[in-house]
């Protein structure tokens, strides 16, 4: 299923920038990895796992496919954009869409990049875009309650129009609605402030290990577990650098992984999703799932047909197929288990479904 991600912001806080970073790592690798760019804005990147590597080499794989995560580059936003300044609500369409936001907010001085905003203040800036959306949020509730089309609403779908807008009315945690509703009836609202939410400071190089005066507020008010610091200028100089020279610099500047990897990881958590994998001669995959994820359901992810006639389900945990390198001596040492219906999918199976046609 992969995820796809909206990078927002103001203007002028480095969004294309990351968004070239993330994008361009793929390209830096296009033998391993497929990458395309379905809109000038949009680009698919794979999601890089070791683990995917391993199985190749033990099942002597023809290809190795990743899952994939896609970027959308929302054109800068500024205050009144709900009311339709700047862009105005030309990037609702592309934003309303994704499965997660990320804001990417500026925690840097300098004198040769424009700052739309008198001084650098990261809490005032995500509450300039927090409010446009909640803004656009409201209208939008507002034209659906209107009782021409009120008329068109089921009764779950109206009621939790009528809670979010009291929510977003009278200051309240939206948030209650994720424990009231399945979160597959809450997408279907195309609802902006009940998304989940990924905050990236942009910082300096001299930044990069240890933040700076920006993200030790940011922090404080936010906490860390949403949010990541990273410099999406030096992003884009290590892609452009080979494995050995990229390790080199990583190093110096003293950082152990790229943003896109931590990017991704905490979009996995903020999302819970997991990895289950297919492995065989023509070829090894990731699969991306939903935590607590139904053998059937996890089947549905490579065809529809498979969940319909799904029967049983061959797992083994990537630790023993590993171990015992390969299907083959997995089921001779006792490891291959067959599950039905109820088994829930753990994160790292490598999986092979029997089902009707």
């Not at 000038?40 to 683990?51: E, F």
């Not at 009231?180 to 990236?200: E, M, R």
């Not at 797992?315 to 599950?339: H, Q, V």
Request: glycine share 6%.
């Amino acid at each position: 299923m992969g995820f796809k991600c909206g990078i927002v912001g103001l203007p002028n806080v480095g969004k294309s920038t990351l968004f070239n970073a993330l994008t361009n790592s793929s390209k830096a690798q296009a033998e391993n990895f497929p990458f395309c760019t379905i809109d000038p804005n949009i680009g698919i990147v794979p999601v890089p796992d070791k683990r995917l590597d391993e199985l190749t080499k033990i099942s002597s794989s023809k290809k190795k496919i990743n899952t994939s995560i896609s970027f959308v580059d929302i054109a800068g936003l500024v205050k009144g954009a709900s009311k339709g300044e700047g862009l105005g609500n030309k990037f609702l369409s592309h934003i309303r869409e994704v499965d997660a936001i990320i804001h990417m907010i500026r925690c840097f001085d300098s004198d040769d990049i424009q700052n739309v905003n008198p001084t650098v203040d990261p809490i005032r800036d995500l509450e300039i875009i927090e409010t446009e959306m909640m803004l656009a949020d409201l209208e939008s509730i507002q034209k659906r309650l209107d009782k021409k089309n009120k008329k068109n609403l089921d009764e779950e779908q109206l009621n939790i129009l009528e809670i979010a807008s009291d929510c977003l009315n009278n200051n309240k945690n939206i948030s209650v609605l994720l424990e009231k509703f399945d979160q597959k009836i809450l997408n279907q609202t195309g609802l902006l402030s009940i998304k989940p939410k990924i905050f990236v400071c942009n910082v300096d190089e001299k930044s990069i290990k240890n933040g700076n005066k920006y993200t030790d507020l940011f922090i404080k008010k936010f906490g860390k577990n949403n949010t990541l610091t990273i410099s999406a200028d030096i992003e884009n100089q290590i892609n452009l650098l080979g494995q050995e020279e990229k390790k080199n610099y990583m190093n110096m500047i003293g950082i152990n992984e790229t943003g896109l990897n931590i990017l991704i990881r905490k979009g996995y958590n903020i999302l819970e999703l997991e990895t289950y994998f297919t492995s065989g001669p023509e070829e090894s995959r990731a699969w991306t799932i939903k935590k607590n994820c139904t053998a059937p359901k996890a089947a549905g992810e490579i065809h529809t047909d498979f969940e319909k006639g799904f029967i049983k389900a061959e797992a083994i945990s990537y630790d023993d197929f590993i171990k015992y390198e390969g299907w083959l001596n997995s089921k001779n040492n006792g490891k291959m288990r067959l599950e039905g219906k109820d088994y829930i999918v753990k994160d790292g199976d490598i999986l092979n479904f029997r089902f009707n046609t």
